[in-house]
């Protein structure tokens, strides 16, 4: 079974976030439940990254399983131009009663990249459509967006955009609040081209794909306050921080914080099929309203609101429950007990945590490329666990239903790698002329 899924694999597929040249075998995954993945033979591996961040309530949770075939039986697709349906109003309506008040619109898209390039282009097309053009963007040192050109432009330059830098549209660069001052430049930068400052794009209170880096509140309140004063858009993505990642439902309801715009995807399936959403203000939506249909948002996917997608989201909201608070804070207090323990150890340069996001940064060289963040994560899936190192940095971001036991299972991997184990090698999937 195992066999022809791999050659297949290794003739016609190609992954993402791979170099084919030197990539071990990928696992084939015959099927998921709760917190575990489990091979084509059998083997269970902790699926301690919620599989790229996406899976909250668990695999295969039976709540949401069930609304997708439900949904699936009754109406698959329609256009969503000229057309509605009740999964995406009642999606709509559930996520504005759980937003920040004030975010009363939502647009669907297809995924995170999407939801940003969708905030982007609202922000920008509101100010060109009241006769007063603002074409800046601002975002962070650091930051991460999504793949797409938008977002890879709102996105630090880097390993992963480097090779498109000529066409990416320049932003104004902030420091990265975990480690500079943003609120000086944001200052300088008001000051100088205020009036040409569309949005500033963040990720809220902790920068992902960097390498987990927290930031604090307060900078967020600040940055709040002055694009505000400023007639500048703030813009949230939370395709990371969403539906209770840091803790309470949105990353912004932790600094009380309104954006102009809120992205959201990763999690609003609880994980289980794709869909992306931008969340923007009456104001916003406001601007878009007018005789003249040259001011209309023309932006649309294929799939745009799919009822499928859409009807898993409703079901996965519904699973946000006093109990599943309950379990979050759990997940949050044993992260901390454990990295108490890290902190302080050999080989640990520093640990960081929001919610139910851990991360320790090994001491070793930086950077995406790290040799010893592929060294972690191999050894770490031969002992059943599947951490994916950004970089020098480990991390765990699990399903909320995992336990005590299986997160200190991720612990003991560390520990242990920590002290020197390494694991046995495995073949590669690069030529196969040998
Ligand atoms: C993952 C991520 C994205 C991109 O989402 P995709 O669904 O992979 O396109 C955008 N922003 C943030 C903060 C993310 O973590």
Redesign the pocket.
Known sequence: MSDIILQRDAQYVWHPYTQHHQAPFPIAVARAQGSWLYDTNGRAILDAISS??VTTHGHCHPTIVDAIAEQARTLDQVIFAGFTHAPATALAAALVAELPQGLTRIFFSD??????EVAIKLSLQSFANQGKPRTLIAALENA?????FG?MAAGARGVFTHMYEPLLFDVARLPDPSEGDTLAALDALIASRGHELAAVIV?PLVL??SGMRVWDEQVLRDIRERTSAAGVHLIA?????GFGRTGPMFACDRATVRPDLL?M??GITGGVL?L?ATAATEEIFDAFRSDDRRKTFFHGHSYTANPIACAAALASLSLFTPACHAERTRIEQLHTEQLSVLRGTRGVKAVRQIGTVAAVELDAPAGYLSDIGRELAAFSLQQGVLIRPLGNVAYCLPPYCTTNDELRLVYDVLQRFLQGERAAPVPTGGPVDD
């Open positions: 790229w961040w995924d995170g990249s999407t939801a940003v991460y967006h999504g793949d797409t977002a990720e992902g794909a993505d939370e395709v990371m921080t992205c995807s990763k794709p992306g």
